[in-house]
Protein backbone atom coordinates (compact mmCIF):
# COMPACT_ATOMS: atom_id res chain seq x y z
CA UNK A 1 0.00 0.00 0.00
CA UNK A 2 1.21 3.34 -1.20
CA UNK A 3 2.24 5.99 1.71
CA UNK A 4 2.07 9.75 0.63
CA UNK A 5 3.41 12.77 2.30
CA UNK A 6 0.52 15.53 3.44
CA UNK A 7 1.20 19.09 2.51
CA UNK A 8 -0.70 22.11 3.61
CA UNK A 9 -2.67 24.08 1.44
CA UNK A 10 0.73 26.19 0.25
CA UNK A 11 2.36 22.91 -0.72
CA UNK A 12 4.69 23.21 2.49
CA UNK A 13 5.01 19.45 4.10
CA UNK A 14 3.60 18.72 7.40
CA UNK A 15 5.61 16.03 8.45
CA UNK A 16 2.64 13.68 7.90
CA UNK A 17 1.71 10.50 6.02
CA UNK A 18 -1.37 8.73 4.86
CA UNK A 19 -1.67 5.62 3.36
CA UNK A 20 -3.37 5.30 -0.53
CA UNK A 21 -7.19 4.99 0.04
CA UNK A 22 -7.52 6.29 3.58
CA UNK A 23 -10.07 9.70 3.69
CA UNK A 24 -8.09 12.99 3.11
CA UNK A 25 -8.46 14.92 6.68
CA UNK A 26 -9.32 18.45 6.58
CA UNK A 27 -6.46 20.97 4.87
CA UNK A 28 -4.26 18.08 4.07
CA UNK A 29 -3.35 17.65 0.19
CA UNK A 30 -0.99 15.17 -1.84
CA UNK A 31 1.28 15.66 -5.21
CA UNK A 32 0.10 13.70 -7.85
CA UNK A 33 2.57 14.05 -11.12
CA UNK A 34 1.92 13.76 -14.79
CA UNK A 35 3.94 13.86 -17.54
CA UNK A 36 2.89 14.19 -21.81
CA UNK A 37 5.50 13.44 -23.94
CA UNK A 38 5.36 15.01 -27.51
CA UNK A 39 6.73 13.60 -31.01
CA UNK A 40 7.85 16.07 -33.84
CA UNK A 41 4.37 15.72 -34.83
CA UNK A 42 2.78 17.64 -32.13
CA UNK A 43 1.34 14.79 -30.99
CA UNK A 44 1.03 13.45 -27.54
CA UNK A 45 2.11 9.35 -26.25
CA UNK A 46 -1.09 8.64 -24.73
CA UNK A 47 -1.62 5.34 -22.58
CA UNK A 48 -4.65 2.78 -22.10
CA UNK A 49 -4.92 2.00 -18.40
CA UNK A 50 -4.71 -1.79 -17.96
CA UNK A 51 -8.26 -3.83 -17.27
CA UNK A 52 -8.10 -4.10 -13.30
CA UNK A 53 -7.16 -0.24 -12.12
CA UNK A 54 -9.28 0.92 -9.57
CA UNK A 55 -10.20 3.80 -11.86
CA UNK A 56 -10.74 4.57 -15.47
CA UNK A 57 -10.53 0.77 -16.07
CA UNK A 58 -9.64 0.03 -20.25
CA UNK A 59 -9.54 4.38 -20.62
CA UNK A 60 -6.98 6.23 -22.26
CA UNK A 61 -5.07 8.70 -20.81
CA UNK A 62 -1.99 11.44 -21.27
CA UNK A 63 1.32 9.36 -21.30
CA UNK A 64 1.16 8.76 -17.26
CA UNK A 65 0.38 9.67 -14.20
CA UNK A 66 0.38 8.85 -10.72
CA UNK A 67 0.78 10.12 -6.74
CA UNK A 68 4.23 11.02 -5.49
CA UNK A 69 4.98 8.37 -2.72
CA UNK A 70 6.85 9.54 0.47
CA UNK A 71 10.03 10.96 0.68
CA UNK A 72 9.81 11.52 -3.12
CA UNK A 73 10.09 14.83 -4.84
CA UNK A 74 8.10 15.58 -8.10
CA UNK A 75 10.71 15.04 -10.42
CA UNK A 76 11.81 11.68 -8.68
CA UNK A 77 7.76 10.63 -8.80
CA UNK A 78 7.99 11.26 -12.42
CA UNK A 79 10.94 9.59 -13.55
CA UNK A 80 9.36 6.76 -11.40
CA UNK A 81 6.17 6.58 -12.80
CA UNK A 82 7.07 6.95 -16.37
CA UNK A 83 9.38 4.06 -15.79
CA UNK A 84 6.94 1.99 -13.83
CA UNK A 85 4.01 2.67 -16.31
CA UNK A 86 5.85 2.45 -20.04
CA UNK A 87 9.16 1.41 -19.39
CA UNK A 88 11.32 4.51 -20.44
CA UNK A 89 13.73 6.76 -18.71
CA UNK A 90 13.37 9.93 -18.02
CA UNK A 91 16.28 12.71 -16.52
CA UNK A 92 14.28 15.63 -14.68
CA UNK A 93 17.17 16.46 -12.87
CA UNK A 94 17.12 20.69 -12.40
CA UNK A 95 13.36 20.66 -14.32
CA UNK A 96 10.03 22.49 -12.91
CA UNK A 97 6.95 21.10 -13.90
CA UNK A 98 5.33 22.99 -16.67
CA UNK A 99 2.20 23.34 -15.07
CA UNK A 100 0.19 22.99 -11.55
CA UNK A 101 -3.16 22.73 -11.33
CA UNK A 102 -4.79 22.29 -7.81
CA UNK A 103 -7.44 20.12 -7.41
CA UNK A 104 -9.69 19.24 -3.98
CA UNK A 105 -7.06 17.15 -2.17
CA UNK A 106 -3.79 18.18 -3.74
CA UNK A 107 -1.52 19.42 -6.72
CA UNK A 108 -1.11 18.16 -10.02
CA UNK A 109 2.30 18.30 -11.55
CA UNK A 110 2.55 18.60 -15.41
CA UNK A 111 5.82 17.90 -17.48
CA UNK A 112 5.56 18.36 -21.13
CA UNK A 113 8.44 16.81 -22.74
CA UNK A 114 9.73 16.33 -26.41
CA UNK A 115 10.58 12.54 -26.57
CA UNK A 116 11.49 11.23 -29.98
CA UNK A 117 10.18 7.30 -28.62
CA UNK A 118 10.16 4.51 -30.53
CA UNK A 119 6.94 2.84 -29.31
CA UNK A 120 7.54 -0.32 -30.86
CA UNK A 121 10.40 -0.71 -27.97
CA UNK A 122 8.31 0.18 -24.96
CA UNK A 123 8.51 -3.03 -22.99
CA UNK A 124 4.75 -2.99 -22.80
CA UNK A 125 2.44 -4.11 -22.01
CA UNK A 126 3.34 -3.21 -18.20
CA UNK A 127 1.14 -3.71 -14.93
CA UNK A 128 -0.47 -0.40 -15.44
CA UNK A 129 -0.96 0.33 -19.21
CA UNK A 130 -1.89 -1.89 -21.89
CA UNK A 131 -0.72 -0.22 -24.68
CA UNK A 132 0.69 3.46 -26.02
CA UNK A 133 0.27 5.28 -29.70
CA UNK A 134 0.65 9.10 -30.68
CA UNK A 135 -2.70 11.16 -31.00
CA UNK A 136 -2.67 14.44 -31.89
CA UNK A 137 -5.05 17.00 -30.30
CA UNK A 138 -8.41 16.48 -32.10
CA UNK A 139 -8.06 12.90 -32.00
CA UNK A 140 -7.95 13.51 -27.97
CA UNK A 141 -11.08 15.30 -28.11
CA UNK A 142 -12.57 12.63 -30.45
CA UNK A 143 -11.47 10.12 -27.65
CA UNK A 144 -13.08 11.98 -24.85
CA UNK A 145 -16.21 12.94 -26.51
CA UNK A 146 -16.46 9.41 -26.99
CA UNK A 147 -16.03 8.16 -23.80
CA UNK A 148 -12.25 6.11 -24.63
CA UNK A 149 -10.68 9.25 -23.04
CA UNK A 150 -10.10 10.58 -19.53
CA UNK A 151 -12.80 13.33 -19.10
CA UNK A 152 -10.27 16.16 -18.89
CA UNK A 153 -11.65 19.29 -19.68
CA UNK A 154 -10.97 19.65 -23.81
CA UNK A 155 -9.40 22.88 -22.20
CA UNK A 156 -6.96 20.84 -19.98
CA UNK A 157 -6.11 19.70 -23.13
CA UNK A 158 -5.90 22.21 -25.34
CA UNK A 159 -3.64 24.04 -22.66
CA UNK A 160 -0.92 20.82 -22.72
CA UNK A 161 -0.40 21.01 -26.23
CA UNK A 162 0.12 25.35 -25.90
CA UNK A 163 2.21 24.75 -23.27
CA UNK A 164 4.49 22.22 -24.66
CA UNK A 165 7.33 24.38 -25.45
CA UNK A 166 6.90 27.28 -22.84
CA UNK A 167 7.67 28.15 -19.25
CA UNK A 168 5.04 31.77 -19.53
CA UNK A 169 1.65 31.61 -19.84
CA UNK A 170 1.92 34.75 -21.84
CA UNK A 171 1.57 34.45 -25.57
CA UNK A 172 4.68 36.43 -26.93
CA UNK A 173 2.92 37.43 -30.46
Not at 79 to 90: D, F
Request: aromatic share 10%; glycine share 6%; hydrophobic share 40%.
Amino acid sequence: METWDIYDKDRKLTGKKMKRGEKFAQDAYHLVIHVCLFNDHGEMLIQQRQPHKDDWKNMWDVTVGGSAIAGETSQQAAEREVHEEIGYVLDLHNKRPSITVNFENGFDDYYLLDADIDILELPLPTEEVVQVKWASKDDIFKMIAEGLFIPYHTSLIELLFDMRWKIDARDPN
